[in-house]
């Protein structure tokens, strides 16, 4: 069966760094466009960062854009979410998703919806201190 795993998380002062990582197994890996999403308490989860198959293409949400870098391993099955200038805003349950695509851009930001993922790991919590 398909599974996905976050790795990575971990507690950071604000500004400072964080690579998450996460592995998945049991699908054509390159098949897939691999997303990030977060969910603060209380909040809707929502889509951070996504990255096409061949990894040409990635798209971020305005609230990161410039701070995090997505990249993939095709060979090694894995998605990295390198996270840079961190604040306490950035606290949140962090989720890897596999899906058939990674949603779209506009001119009013980026749009996704974890409903068009299909493949989801259990989580790694990113907390930011201040």
């Known amino acids: 069966q398909v599974q996905v795993m976050e790795s990575g998380g971990g507690l950071v002062q604000t500004g400072g760094s964080l690579r998450l990582s996460c592995t998945a197994s049991?699908?054509?890996?390159?098949?897939?466009?691999m997303a990030w999403f977060r969910q603060a308490p209380g909040k809707e989860r929502e889509g951070v960062a996504c990255?096409?198959?061949?990894?040409?293409?990635?798209f971020y949400a305005d609230s990161v854009e410039g701070r995090f870098t997505i990249s993939r391993d095709n060979a090694n099955n894995t998605v990295y979410l390198q996270m840079s200038s961190l604040t306490p805003d950035d606290t949140a349950m962090y989720f890897c998703?596999?899906?058939?695509?990674?949603?779209?851009?506009?001119?009013?930001?980026?749009?996704?919806?974890?409903?068009?993922?299909?493949?989801w790991g259990q989580g790694t919590q990113v907390t930011i201190s201040s």
């Open positions: 998703a596999a899906g058939d695509g990674c949603g779209y851009r506009d001119n009013t930001g980026y749009h996704t919806s974890p409903g068009d993922f299909g493949h």
């Open positions: 990255i096409t198959w061949s990894g040409q293409h990635t």
């Open positions: 049991g699908l054509t890996f390159e098949d897939y466009g």
